[in-house]
């Protein structure tokens, strides 16, 4: 069974970079679509985007400007980064994943606050 | 970008009772429609995927139905551990999107 894990500051100050890495285990990173789905307080999901075996990316045109994404095969994590912050990035950001479409597997969830 | 909207927002049911909730996606797509259950500090969790496929280990209570551009959960003989929100999720094409949420109270 596929088990996600993040990583990263809860904190962040506004304007920084918000770094976040989610751990695969127990099971294969290869061949599996690597999302990221955040969700403020009190309000629903939204997909930020995933990321590929190879590299390949796809984010949401609202975000894109800021988000990155990359895959560490050899690690068997993958990251976000996500520019410039605000306090609209406050939510809880998940990794999420699946061979394709939906997503099977999620990780437990951490909390990113935006804030001086 | 494809919008899905819920309905109802909220719905309390007593426990044996049914659920059924509404997803309408601002265009065509397909079976390409999933759904979630969320409980409060947990991450979501798979309960059927493109619209009627049931999930291994999930309840048989729980069943989705449509196509196109109206989808439906029904939960049947609702029980105490399915108060939770319940979202939809539309995979037909990027940016993925995801319904705003139905809270399943337990009366």
């Known amino acids: 069974q596929v088990q996600l894990q993040e990583s990263g500051p809860g904190l962040v100050k506004p304007s920084e970079t918000l770094s976040l890495t989610c751990g695969v285990s127990?099971?294969?990173?290869?061949?599996?679509?690597w999302s990221w789905i955040r969700q403020p307080p009190g309000k629903g999901l939204e997909w930020i985007g995933y990321v590929y075996q190879d590299g390949t990316t796809s984010y949401k045109p609202s975000i894109k400007s800021r988000v990155s994404m990359a895959v560490d095969r050899s690690r068997k994590h993958f990251s976000l980064k996500l520019s410039s912050v605000t306090a609209a990035d406050t939510a809880v950001y998940y990794c999420?994943?699946?061979?394709?479409?939906?997503?099977?597997?999620w990780s437990p969830g951490t909390q990113v606050t935006v804030s001086s | 970008e494809i919008a899905l909207t819920q309905s109802p927002d909220f719905q309390s049911v007593t426990p044996k009772g049914k659920v059924t909730i509404t997803c309408r996606a601002s265009?065509?797509?397909?079976?390409?429609l999933h759904w979630y259950q969320q409980k409060p500090g947990q991450s979501p969790k798979l309960l059927i995927k493109y619209a009627s496929q049931s999930i291994s280990g999930v309840p048989s209570r729980f069943s989705g139905s449509g196509s196109g551009t109206d989808f439906t959960l029904t939960i049947n003989s609702l029980e105490v551990e399915d108060a939770a929100t319940y979202y939809c999720h539309q995979s037909s094409s990027f940016p993925l999107t995801f319904g705003p949420g139905t809270i399943v109270d337990i009366e």
């Open positions: 999420a994943g699946g061979g394709g479409w939906p997503f099977e597997y």
């Open positions: 265009q065509s797509i397909g079976s390409s």
């Open positions: 127990g099971g294969p990173i290869d061949s599996y679509y």
